[in-house]
């Protein structure tokens, strides 16, 4: 199966700021069928990016999906206080799906 | 405007099956995959399976054959037998379009815990 492995584990930064998350798979992602997912505190996970760099529905610009093959990022430009969540990247290009272990954003 | 929503018992004892239902509104069930997934401090988010017009399933193969997902009218069910104290994890159903774009509608999740 793909293993996602995401880094850093946690980052802690400021409102403002940039954010840049990576998401790095063991072979590479067919399509580049990959998904980014935002997770709030006891929320279920909310689709921020797919196809590695195209926006989900009603996502704000500042979200910025990149990266191709077995390396993906994603940057959040400028961070707002609703930005601090766990974030978790997804493959859907090989069954069985799988998800990174997240990276927690935290308000530094 | 899709909504679904998780229901089934909070409580399983060990060795027997737990089952859970999503109910989807606002949309077509018929077109769409329905993905279960769980989510435990262990583990992380783990995809379990989903099912496709109504007979196209595909499961996690690290679930060795325990589970079943099936559809009834505009709601899909998960089934996952024999379960043990590592199967306890909030259970999410999620939506992903037939052009392959990520879950993009998701249950509130529901906590199922594996005790005697």
């Known amino acids: 199966e793909i293993v996602l492995t995401q880094s850093p584990g946690t980052l802690s930064l400021s409102r403002g700021e940039r954010a840049v998350l990576s998401c790095r798979a063991n072979?590479?992602?067919?399509?580049?069928?990959l998904a980014w997912y935002q997770q709030g505190p006891g929320q279920p996970p909310r689709l921020l990016i797919f196809?590695?760099?195209t926006r989900a529905a009603g996502i704000p610009d500042r979200f910025i999906g990149s990266g191709s093959g077995t390396d993906f990022t994603l940057t959040i430009s400028r961070l707002e206080s609703e930005d601090f969540a766990v974030y978790y990247c997804?493959?859907?290009?090989?069954?069985?799906?799988?998800f990174g272990q997240g990276t927690k954003l935290e308000i530094k | 405007q899709v909504h679904l929503q998780e229901s089934g018992p909070g409580l399983v004892k060990p060795s027997e099956t737990l089952s859970l239902t999503c109910t989807v509104s606002?949309?077509?069930?018929?077109?769409?995959?329905w993905s279960w997934i769980r989510q435990s401090p262990g583990k992380g988010l783990e995809w379990i399976g989903y099912?496709?017009?109504?007979?196209t399933t595909n499961y996690n193969p690290s679930l060795r054959g325990r589970v079943t997902i099936s559809v009834d009218k505009n709601q899909f069910s998960l089934e996952l037998r024999s379960v043990t104290a590592a199967d306890t994890a909030v259970y999410f159903c999620?939506?992903?379009?037939?052009?392959?774009?990520?879950?993009?509608?998701w249950g509130r999740g529901t906590l199922v815990t594996v005790s005697s």
């Open positions: 999620a939506r992903e379009r037939p052009s392959p774009a990520g879950l993009d509608y």
């Open positions: 997804q493959q859907y290009a090989k069954s069985p799906y799988t």
């Open positions: 606002g949309g077509s069930i018929s077109n769409n995959y």
């Open positions: 099912i496709y017009k109504t007979r």
């Open positions: 196809g590695a760099s």
């Open positions: 072979q590479s992602v067919d399509h580049n069928w």
